[in-house]
């Protein structure tokens, strides 16, 4: 098989979480760690980073990675879901693994996929660590794909687990209240390891307090260690200035990151405490820090955050989708105080649409769309149940003619907005 053949074989013979939600989903790590021996626990072979959350969890992790790279250390990166090619998943020092080693490693273990039938995360995972192991990676940096107590990537006992925050997101899957979640997101943390909370919530506080003392770890709260500022933001270089301070330390950087959204003032604090903790057992300094932040996408090849498409007119992409995602995302569009926002946007067929639609402006004009994915919600009853709140805008089966025509009604002083879904903004970028 080439590559290409070799990516429809696991798409089309591996539940999909992406392609079909809620059905490929796992609630047990049975498969996980059955492939864990077969083979013979590579996640064993290498120092990690854990990280979970509803939001922030990939800006996070590209940061983190980042840094560790400017320390000089070989750093390896599992995040998901990709944009536009598989192998973005899984990266080391930014490079993503080769073509040529995703063929080798389906080929050669056909029988065990074949035997277990896992889910297309599970062999991601397995092929993730096996690739890190073989490559003897001095870190990786590893990204939950949903939840934590049960993720495929919860084999690992990490030098460090963290949380960014909790919202509601998956709630079908992980409880509806911000507590059920806090629950299968605390699954992370590990007896004795220590453990970094991005957001204090009053509803979650408690239940990772709790979880940490039970497991006797160490447990820190970002935003009460940080205070992080973000500043000016250059549309026409992306770049955003931020100031950072510690709140207990004598960390201060007054600096500038290619990630121009908003919320990075929650995300940052977070890796600030991170490298503060792993500075003990790697040599990170304040300029690797610092570094690190400025040159996330460049290190990493992070996209989709806030990512400016085009200037005239202002075109941004972001792949928030959840309320608390796309309330910081919304908020800010209006900041720049543009003369009219056209919204491409497009949602999977699982989302509450009652918990995000409320949160767009009424006086934006919608292109409503879908993703070429079998979970994208059929653009004509969005248009339907966006209407019923006075949303106005026409719908469009295909995201890139979507965006063509917002492209082309859209003038010099306004701006064009893609997003609601991951997908859609992977079928624009």
Not at 284 to 304: F, V
Not at 320 to 329: A, D, I, P, R, T
Not at 345 to 374: E, H, M, W
Not at 395 to 421: C, L, M, P, Q, T
Request: hydrophobic share 40%; with cysteine.
């Amino acid at each position: 098989m080439n590559y290409n053949e070799t990516i429809e074989f696991l798409y089309s013979q591996l539940p999909v979480f992406h392609m079909i939600g809620k059905a490929a989903y796992k609630a047990n790590l049975d498969n996980t760690l059955a492939l864990d021996s077969y083979f013979r626990y590579p996640h064993r072979k290498f120092r990690t980073v854990h990280i979970a959350g509803t939001n922030g969890k990939g800006s996070v992790s590209h940061m983190l990675s980042s840094v560790f790279q400017e320390a000089g250390y070989k750093t390896a990166l599992f995040t998901s879901p990709h944009l536009k090619d598989y192998r973005e998943r899984i990266r080391i020092n930014g490079k993503m693994i080769t073509e040529k080693a995703v063929v080798a490693f389906v080929e050669n273990n056909t029988g065990i996929i074949n035997e277990l039938r896992p889910s297309f995360f599970e062999m991601s995972v397995a092929m993730a660590f096996d690739y890190f192991a073989r490559e003897k990676v001095d870190i990786a940096i590893i990204e939950t794909g949903l939840g934590g107590r049960l993720d495929s990537t919860n084999i690992i006992d990490p030098l460090l687990s963290i949380i960014t925050n909790i919202g509601y997101d998956h709630m079908d899957l992980l409880g509806d209240t911000l507590g059920k979640i806090a629950i299968e997101k605390a699954g992370i943390i590990k007896k004795k390891i220590p453990v970094v909370i991005g957001e204090t919530n009053p509803e979650t506080e408690n239940v990772f307090m709790q979880k940490a003392m039970e497991a006797g770890s160490k447990i820190y709260f970002a935003d009460k260690l940080y205070k992080c500022s973000m500043g000016e933001m250059n549309y026409l270089t992306g770049e955003r200035k931020y100031m950072l301070s510690g709140l207990e330390n004598l960390v201060r950087i007054d600096s500038k990151t290619g990630l121009g959204g908003d919320y990075q003032s929650m995300n940052i604090p977070v890796v600030a405490c991170a490298a503060d903790i792993l500075k003990d057992k790697y040599d990170i300094t304040e300029d690797h820090l610092k570094n690190g932040i400025e040159k996330a996408i460049e290190n990493t090849g992070l996209s989709g955050r806030w990512q400016i498409l085009n200037n005239k007119p202002l075109v941004i992409c972001d792949t928030g989708h959840n309320k608390e995602g796309l309330s910081y995302v919304i908020r800010q569009l209006a900041s720049i105080n543009p003369k009219r926002i056209h919204f491409v946007i497009g949602f999977v067929n699982d989302k509450d649409l009652s918990l995000v639609l409320p949160l767009f402006p009424k006086d934006a004009f919608y292109y409503f769309t879908k993703a070429q994915v079998p979970r994208a919600l059929d653009p004509n009853i969005l248009k339907e149940k966006a209407g019923e709140l006075g949303l106005k805008g026409e719908a469009y089966d295909n995201a890139g003619e979507a965006y063509r025509v917002a492209i082309a009604k859209a003038s010099d002083d306004e701006i064009v907005f893609i997003g609601g879904s991951t997908f859609v903004v992977a079928e624009v970028v």
